[in-house]
């Protein structure tokens, strides 16, 4: 069964930092391009990040350049989402998820995890 | 960078009800689009992609529709399970951008 399972949300202070994990099982997870993707409480989608097979590649919104990183370890079958200088506006779920290619589009999802920018 | 409009931003059907949800982009993406379902609590479902491709184990009630700019999303018979809100999302070029949702409810 594809799964991911995302870990290391919870609450920080603004200008606090905070990394995300997404373990992955179930298929093989280096072929894939892997996203971040986030949705404030009672808002809509956001992609934030994407990463290639091999990490060479990496792009993000806007809103989070220089201050989220995201990376993966294919030994592990992990995806990472390093978060420094938040603000209370990256408060959100943040699930990772599986990007087809060429489609790209996310055909699997993690449950999320919360992360809670606040003093 | 493209903006993706989706209307109406909620609506209200009855059971069999024929359902219509519209996604516009603000210039053209070819069929770079794709539609999920999320129920509250949970994560996004994949529906549709390439614009009326199915994804494998969505019901043929949900069809998709559109190229260029402007795409549908329909239901061809709405059911109770069918209760959630609908996104589009482009994939033409980064960044991936969302339409807003539209939530649909049963009478």
């Known amino acids: 069964e594809v799964q991911l399972v995302e870990s290391g949300g919870g609450l920080v202070q603004p200008g606090g930092s905070l990394r995300l994990s997404c373990a992955a099982s179930?298929?093989?997870?280096?072929?894939?391009?892997m996203s971040w993707v986030r949705q404030a409480p009672g808002k809509g989608l956001e992609w934030v990040a994407k990463?290639?097979?091999?990490?060479?590649?990496?792009d993000y919104v806007d809103s989070v350049k220089g201050r989220f990183t995201i990376s993966r370890d294919n030994a592990k079958n992990s995806l990472y989402l390093q978060m420094n200088s938040l603000r209370a506006d990256d408060t959100a779920v943040y699930f990772c998820?599986?990007?087809?290619?060429?489609?790209?589009?996310?055909?699997?999802w993690g449950q999320g995890t919360l992360v809670t920018v606040s003093s | 960078d493209i903006q993706m409009t989706q209307s109406p931003s909620s609506l209200s059907a009855s059971v069999g009800d024929r359902v219509t949800i519209t996604c516009r982009a603000s210039?053209?993406?070819?069929?770079?689009l794709n539609w999920y379902q999320q129920k509250p609590g949970k994560a996004p479902k994949l529906l549709i992609y390439?614009?009326?491709s199915l994804q494998s184990g969505v019901p043929s009630r949900f069809s998709g529709s559109g190229s260029g700019t402007d795409f549908t999303l329909t239901i061809s018979s709405l059911q109770l399970e069918d209760c959630a809100t609908y996104y589009c999302q482009k994939s033409y070029s980064v960044p991936w951008t969302f339409g807003q949702g539209t939530k649909v409810e049963i009478k």
């Open positions: 179930g298929f093989t997870f280096s072929n894939y391009w």
């Open positions: 210039q053209s993406i070819s069929t770079y």
């Open positions: 990463i290639k097979q091999d990490g060479s590649e990496k």
């Open positions: 998820a599986r990007e087809t290619e060429y489609t790209n589009n996310f055909d699997c």
């Open positions: 390439a614009a009326s």
